[in-house]
DNA sequence: CATGATGTACGAAGTGATTCGTTGATGAGG
DNA sequence: CCTCATCAACGAATCACTTCGTACATCATG
């Protein structure tokens, strides 16, 4: 048996990253509950979505329960971890290292709204006193 | 002849916004040079650089000088663009399209400066008074 | 028990990205 | 003119991801 700590779980790709917002949003599903959510309007196959929970599950992206015929699948990543894990990604790939840069670049360029705003600031103070 | 408007142009690979990255960095560059940059201690043969070079190309992701023997190559597409898309598009599939929650994970995640932090105290300020 | 609906398992095909070996052209040095 | 180094072109192999067809099991219902 192979075990996995959290830190070797490969990176969800595109198709599974939307199976895990699927589950993330339900707290568990079945295959048919996923297709129905993602692949209904797509045409896409009830069995593409099967294979694709049984890759994730090979890959420990989800727990499985089949103890029902129906076999129910959890999200074995956090969305926080995996949101994460992709930001710091980015950052590197993409803006040199610099998560400033980022943020930057995503403040100027997508909308926030008042609130959101006030919350950024709040969190920038407290960084502030930390980083004496 | 196909003509393809800059929103138009694909979404870089990994291997191609590395290789963009050398462009970025030098202005251009021959197929050579950039095998040096990125290629030497991976291993990683001529020809691959070459290659992705020609598909890179092909996609209108880099323009070709070949007036010379070793042909020059420059990004056809912006950094700052492609930090943009990079970042809209992991807004949509990894935060559910709130910006700001990618910013609030960016900040408390990764390390910044006091430097940079004033930096985006300073865009906070210019956004705060301008969503009025 | 026969049948139809619903489920999992599995293999194979399709697709796009990446890597590499080979070929032939070009140019420099003897 | 010959030879060697450097280059672009091209096709093929490989790999990972995705999609789908088919087979077979299970269960409810008549």
């Not at 090979?58 to 994460?84: C, P």
């Amino acid at each position: 048996m192979t075990i996995r700590r959290a830190t070797d779980l490969p990176k969800p790709t595109e198709a599974e990253l939307a199976i895990l917002g699927v589950l993330w949003d339900r707290g568990y599903g079945t295959v048919r509950d996923v297709h129905e959510a993602l692949y209904l309007d797509d045409g896409g196959g009830y069995t593409t979505a099967l294979k694709l929970l049984q890759v994730m599950h090979g890959k420990g992206l989800v727990e499985r329960d089949d103890s029902q015929r129906a076999h129910v699948f959890r999200a074995a990543v956090s969305k926080e971890r995996t949101q994460k894990r992709f930001l710091s990604d980015m950052v590197q790939r993409v803006f040199d290292g610099s998560a400033s840069q980022l943020v930057l670049h995503a403040l100027g360029t997508q909308h926030s709204t008042r609130e959101e705003l006030k919350e950024i600031r709040a969190l920038l103070n407290r960084l502030d006193r930390e980083t004496k």
